[in-house]
């Protein structure tokens, strides 16, 4: 018994979940995690500039440190689902894709 409680509890905890959210980046974190050319341009802008990409989840004004950058770096600035873990200050993306409409 002990065993399935432990193989469930692994499970629950390595299971990706879909979070919808922005790509905004480490200096302007939730503050350019919103709809608008200015935000989008200026996430942009700051990358570009060398500060990390981040994830910000609809509803949160965590910004999420990005491992793999190269997943995201067309994303910057875009409203996003992505499919992945939050583990602690970071995400793991494992796929990423431009949430169109709401």
Known sequence: ?????????????????????????AACGWNNARPGKEAKECAQKCVKGGWDPVFVRDGDFNAYKIPDKAKVMAFVGERVVVTGKIEGDRVTVQGIRKLVGK
Do not use: Q
């Open 1 to 25: 018994m002990r065993y399935l409680v432990l193989l469930m509890l692994t499970v629950g905890v390595s299971a990706a979940a879909e979070m919808k959210g922005y790509i905004s980046d």
